[in-house]
């Protein structure tokens, strides 16, 4: 993959550009919680789940379900911060640990009390093929939001840091992007979630990834903990 290199020091108009994106994800996952709420066992995506799982080898349904967990477990993810903090601080980056920290736990919060508003149930064993019933609410998907908000947060701050790494390092970049892409359709052929909580998940998580890379640039412009010269000494 080849390597970006954004000129982060002159973003003002990137910095209006972000916050256009994230307010427009927001706008489109207001009214996708609504309609959410009023059809909690919509027919149209019962199809959809059909489609997916019209082949239900073993090895496949282990397989994703094992993506499914390291993708984008929500559990996992809030684990995961932790040690990754832990790295980045000691690395000196120290504004950048605390992002990391910041954006899956208070995402995780606010997503959770939208989950009990919206009060959607899980696709039911009586309609699709499911693994385990859940009695967690479906919207927005946890898996697809912190996943989100966890790997695309890595992916980001990757290509912000990029500059003087070595060329493999830069591909590794590249492993948090696919997380965030597979962990949708395997939550839906899992049966555990209805393709708009998939797309509620991603909605959701784009919009807070989106203003947590907008404070994190406001900050990091400003110095905060050093930001600026510890990005340029790694």
């Given at each position: 993959?080849?390597?970006?290199?954004?000129p982060?020091?002159?973003?003002v108009?990137r910095?209006?550009?972000?916050?256009?994106?994230?307010?427009?994800?927001?706008?489109?996952?207001?009214?996708l919680a609504?309609?959410?709420h009023k059809h909690?066992?919509p027919?149209?995506?019962?199809?959809?789940?059909?489609?997916?799982?019209?082949?239900?080898?073993?090895?496949?349904?282990?397989?994703a379900?094992?993506?499914?967990?390291?993708?984008?477990?929500?559990v996992?993810?809030?684990i995961l911060?932790?040690p990754?903090?832990l790295l980045?601080?000691?690395r000196?980056?120290?504004?950048?640990?605390?992002m990391?920290?910041?954006?899956s736990?208070?995402s995780?919060?606010?997503?959770?009390?939208?989950?009990g508003?919206?009060d959607r149930?899980?696709?039911?064993?009586l309609?699709?093929?499911i693994?385990?019933q859940?009695?967690?609410?479906?919207?927005?998907?946890?898996?697809?939001?912190?996943?989100?908000?966890f790997?695309?947060w890595?992916f980001?701050?990757?290509?912000?840091?990029s500059?003087g790494?070595?060329?493999?390092?830069?591909?590794?970049?590249?492993?948090p992007?696919l997380c965030?892409?597979?962990?949708?359709?395997?939550?839906?052929?899992?049966g555990?979630h209805?393709?708009?909580?998939?797309?509620?998940?991603?909605?959701?998580?784009?919009g807070w990834?989106?203003?947590?890379?907008?404070?994190?640039?406001a900050?990091?412009?400003?110095?905060?903990?050093?930001?600026?010269q510890?990005?340029?000494?790694?």
């Open positions: 993959m080849v390597g970006f290199h954004f982060w020091h002159r973003s108009s910095d209006h550009l972000l916050l256009m994106v994230s307010a427009g994800q927001f706008a489109l996952f207001v009214p609504w309609w959410a909690p066992q027919p149209v995506e019962v199809g959809i789940i059909h489609v997916l799982q019209k082949k239900q080898p073993r090895s496949l349904r282990v397989a379900r094992v993506l499914s967990t390291i993708a984008g477990s929500a996992l993810m809030n911060v932790v990754t903090a980045l601080w000691k000196h980056l120290r504004l950048e640990a605390v990391t920290a910041g954006i736990w208070t995780a919060l606010v997503r959770m009390v939208i989950q508003m919206v149930p899980r696709p039911s064993p309609f699709v093929h693994t385990k859940k009695r967690s609410e479906s919207f927005p998907s946890g898996h697809v939001a912190a996943s989100l908000d790997w695309g890595l980001v701050l990757g290509l912000i840091l500059k790494i070595r060329p493999w390092q830069k591909e590794l970049s590249g492993l992007a965030v892409v597979l962990v949708g359709p395997s939550r839906i052929y899992l555990d209805w393709s708009t909580d998939v797309l509620g998940g991603y909605l959701f998580g784009g990834l989106g203003v947590s890379l907008w404070l994190y640039l900050l990091r412009r400003k110095n905060v903990w050093g930001a600026g510890s990005a340029r000494r790694v």
